[in-house]
């Protein structure tokens, strides 16, 4: 299994911006369809954007549409999720995660063959 490390997280004022970034080890990620979740305080884990590795299609929730980008870099084995105009909201653990070898984007847990361990965003009002 694909090795991810995700970072970038932090602290940031309403209407800032953020990168995450997940890095990939130990296989490429071509044929893999790759996400960012996120879980905030005593909810249940959720889909926030996906991208199919080739191909570059992407997904994304509604109420990230038009702030959040989701993106990849192959040479660098490296998904991003660029996060503008952060609300309040938005304050959640992110996860990066990778389908199953093959499969299409994951967008439920179920759908998760591995993990990133998660870097913490926080915007404060």
């Known amino acids: 299994q694909a090795y991810l490390v995700d970072s970038g997280g932090g602290l940031v004022q309403d209407g800032g911006s953020l990168r995450l970034s997940c890095a990939a080890f130990?296989?490429?990620?071509?044929?893999?369809?790759m996400a960012w979740f996120r879980q905030q305080l005593g909810k249940k884990r959720e889909f926030v954007a996906g991208?199919?590795?080739?191909?570059?299609?992407?997904y994304y929730i509604d109420s990230v549409k038009g702030r959040f980008t989701i993106s990849r870099d192959s040479d660098k084995n490296t998904l991003y999720l660029q996060m503008n105009r952060l609300k309040p909201e938005d304050t959640a653990k992110y996860y990066c995660?990778?389908?199953?070898?093959?499969?299409?984007?994951?967008?439920?847990?179920?759908?998760?063959?591995?993990w990133g361990q998660g870097t913490q965003v926080t915007v404060s009002s």
């Open positions: 995660a990778q389908s199953f070898l093959g499969r299409g984007i994951p967008t439920t847990s179920d759908d998760v063959g591995t």
């Open positions: 130990d296989r490429t990620l071509e044929n893999y369809g």
């Open positions: 991208i199919r590795w080739t191909g570059g299609d992407t």
